[in-house]
């Protein structure tokens, strides 16, 4: 079967900046599929090429068949994009938003208003439709926005950040929902900077960083790259400076990274089991307290930790 | 094609839910022409003055603004034209109205200064209290220019708010001045109109003009129409700053990633302001000849002419948001575009053109043109009078157009 999408060696740089460098990975029909990158990474820059907005300044897509840069139009019919900055009309009700996008899809008459009344109960927002979107909550236009890009049963859906400075429930909502339509058969690229979504979501991830696509493939594929290692979680209490308890955690045998962000370290070892008391001797011996500890098998966040030395969120 | 409808009807929609937008575009040239009106004695038949309205003034708002229109109703500036007195008690006032010794009572409730200049971040979302101005059904007229002084005064305060160009701190900073500025300005044109009372208030170029008519011709029929064109020249700005607007808000981006090539969603954007352009002149126009009784003259030639002017008003809109990079810089031009043109081209002034040089150059603002045709039509003269005022504005717009066009497409509006 043929991807729905391919990446060709895509590059994109802006006045000698190169944001987007060699991207290329195929999307088959059906998947699910996870672009994981910190702020900056690139993720948005290669949505923009893929949904025609943006020409590349080197390299190809090709989507359904059409080329991005040949025929865009065509790929265009078979996308929905949802945008990372909402771009709604704040001023119009969800209902005439709807309406409008509607009509610029090409859709209309009674046929758009049952596919508006489809798409608002799918993002759980059909009794509050008539209202402004201006006066909704930052979750409940995120959901709008991602409406929007279902009205016309794309095929292949672009999420770009769709869960960013949101309540959790509409997040929850939120990721519920793409599950949902992709059990329904829609293709889902995803992006996010948030290692759980990712994993949660996804089969298949793409771990994008400066640009560049560092590492593809199965979650599990990704976390074997990290080898045998463990993930030790340690939550400190609030406003202690940690800085000292590290120094003396990576000075311990068999340390592999030493971590922190938010009240949090997290430690790489070999052998979780083995490396909790030595930590807990150190954490005694420079009174630190430790609230609790967390054993995690290795996950996206120690891949990403793997291969650029740096937490996915700092 | 049903794309591009939506486009310029979503535009024209978003523009109806503008307060902001709709005080500038509809309630500001109402109240302007209403004002100098009242002070030209437009109303009152002979061109003398009218006598002092009775009005009755209580003011229960213990705020900045509340004093602000009382001491504007009771100001010297509006001593010739109101008889205010002020009231403590509300029910005295009213009966006053009922047993028609005054034309209106004017009733600034408690809180109305708070709930428009919020003290706390809390009050921010509390409903606006309104002032309320009780009419006597018996002196429709009169009641209605105490209304219409209220209603400028609340434009200022609003334009103040919502505009957030002059803020409210600022605008009462200054003493107070800024909401007798209606006035002063109004009674100002007034003065000036008055005193060209002996001569004709505009040259007029058509031959075929008795001069009986000239002579009890209504100054509303000069002043409306210049308000009208004048605040178009705002309205197209407004809708041609849309474009950059949705550039900035990721619309832009978004209808050109539905398969909708950029050259209709350009052209939709085009209709859109056309569309507003259009929809404010009728409105005005309506407004003004039901609520005035002004005769416009010969019907298809004011359609016509409305048609016209508002391509050669669109054409300089889009120029602005061609030019410009951000939608501020759009806003700010297209005031300086009304204020400028508005006064090049007459607008303010009954049609008057500048002498020399200025008066050709008056020749490139669409409210010099249009307001020829208005005049005309209004003396009488019918779509074949105004044929070459409207093959200058179809030309202008045309023209602008096309630069803009191309300045669109040379920022890369056009791609894909
Ligand atoms: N139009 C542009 N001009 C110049 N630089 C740009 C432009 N668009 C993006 N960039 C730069 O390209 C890089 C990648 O940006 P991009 O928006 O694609 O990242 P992202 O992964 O989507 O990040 P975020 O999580 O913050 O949305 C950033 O360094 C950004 O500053
Ligand atoms: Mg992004």
């Not at chain 1, 690139?42 to 359904?64: D, R």
């Not at chain 2, 009922?98 to 109305?112: K, L, N």
């Not at chain 2, 609003?158 to 600022?170: F, H």
Request: one cysteine or more.
């Amino acid at each position: 079967m043929l991807p729905i999408l391919e990446a060709h060696n895509l590059v994109k740089k802006f006045n000698g900046f190169t944001a987007v460098d060699d991207v290329s990975f195929a999307i088959e029909e059906g998947e699910m599929f996870s672009l994981l990158g910190p702020n900056g990474a690139g993720k948005t820059t290669t949505i923009a090429m893929l949904s025609c907005l943006l020409a590349p300044t080197a390299g190809e897509a090709v989507i359904g068949g059409h080329s991005v840069t040949r025929d865009p139009m065509a790929a265009k019919k078979i996308i929905g994009v949802v945008p990372q900055d909402i771009a709604l009309y704040e001023e119009l009700s969800a209902l005439e938003n709807l309406h409008f996008w509607g009509r610029m899809y090409g859709m209309g008459g009674a046929a758009l208003k049952r596919r508006i009344a489809e798409v608002l109960e799918e993002v759980g927002l059909a009794d509050k439709a008539k209202q402004r979107v201006k006066t909704y909550s930052g979750g409940m236009k995120r959901r709008i926005n991602i409406a929007v890009g279902l009205l016309h049963r794309p095929r292949l859906l672009f999420m770009d950040e769709p869960t960013v400075g949101i309540d959790p429930q509409s997040r929850r909502n939120i990721l519920d929902s793409v599950k949902a339509l992709n059990r329904q058969g829609m293709t889902v690229l995803y992006t996010t900077h948030y290692m759980e979504e990712a994993q949660e979501l996804s089969q298949r991830v793409g771990i994008i960083d400066h640009g560049r696509l560092i590492a593809l493939g199965t979650q599990q594929e990704l976390t074997q790259m990290v080898g045998q290692m463990d993930a030790l979680r340690l939550h400190l209490p609030e406003g202690q400076e940690a800085g000292e308890l590290i120094a003396a955690l990576q000075a311990l045998p068999d340390m592999r990274q030493v971590t922190t962000a938010d009240h949090q370290i997290v430690l790489i070892v070999p052998d979780a089991q083995e490396a909790i008391p030595p930590v807990f001797a150190q954490a005694d011996r420079l009174g630190f307290k430790i609230r609790s500890v967390e054993i995690e098998e290795p996950n996206l966040e120690a891949v990403f930790l793997h291969l650029t030395g740096r937490a996915l969120r700092d | 094609m049903t794309k591009l409808i939506a486009i310029a009807w979503k535009d024209l929609r978003l523009i109806f839910r503008d307060r902001a937008a709709l005080i500038l575009m509809l309630a500001t040239p109402f109240a302007l022409t209403l004002g100098m009106g009242l002070i030209t004695g437009a109303f009152s038949g002979g061109g003398s003055s009218i006598p002092q309205l009775p009005v009755v003034v209580v003011n229960q708002d213990g705020g900045q603004l509340g004093d602000a229109l009382t001491q504007l109703l009771t100001s010297a500036d509006l001593d010739d034209l109101l008889a205010a007195r002020v009231e403590t008690d509300e029910t005295a006032a009213r009966s006053a109205v009922e047993s028609d010794q005054v034309a209106a009572a004017v009733i600034v409730p408690a809180g109305f200064t708070d709930s428009i200049i919020p003290k706390d971040a809390d009050a921010l979302s509390a409903p606006a209290v309104a002032i309320e101005v009780v009419m006597n059904p018996g002196r429709p007229i009169s009641a209605g220019v105490v209304r219409s002084i209220v209603e400028g005064f609340i434009d200022q305060v609003e334009a103040g708010r919502v505009g957030g160009q002059v803020a409210i701190g600022q605008l009462l900073g200054s003493g107070l001045i800024a909401s007798q500025e209606i006035a002063q300005m109004a009674q100002q044109f007034g003065q000036e109109q008055a005193s060209l009372a002996g001569e004709p208030l505009i040259r007029v170029r058509r031959s075929d003009v008795a001069p009986e008519e000239t002579n009890d011709f209504n100054p509303l029929l000069l002043l409306a129409p210049g308000m009208a064109l004048a605040f178009l020249m705002f309205t197209v700005s407004l809708g041609s700053r849309s474009i950059l607007v949705e550039r900035r808000d990721g619309t832009l981006a978004r209808m050109l990633s539905t398969a909708t090539p950029a050259g209709p969603i350009l052209v939709g954007k085009i209709a859109g302001v056309y569309l507003v352009g259009v929809a404010q002149m009728f409105i005005l126009i309506l407004a003004s000849t039901l609520l005035f009784r002004l005769d416009w003259g010969d019907p298809l030639g004011v359609i016509a002419l409305v048609l016209a002017a508002v391509v050669g008003a669109a054409g300089w809109g889009l120029l602005l948001a061609a030019v410009a990079k951000t939608p501020n810089q759009v806003a700010n031009l297209g005031m300086t575009m009304m204020l400028l043109f508005g006064i090049l081209g007459g607008s303010f002034f009954g049609g008057a053109l500048p002498e020399g040089a200025l008066g050709r150059l008056a020749k490139i603002t669409p409210n010099a043109w249009a307001m020829a045709g208005f005049t005309a039509l209004a003396r009488g003269g019918d779509l074949t009078d105004i044929a070459p005022d409207i093959a200058a504005l179809l030309a202008m717009g045309a023209a602008l157009l096309a630069i803009s066009v191309a300045l669109f497409s040379r920022k890369g509006f056009l791609q894909r």
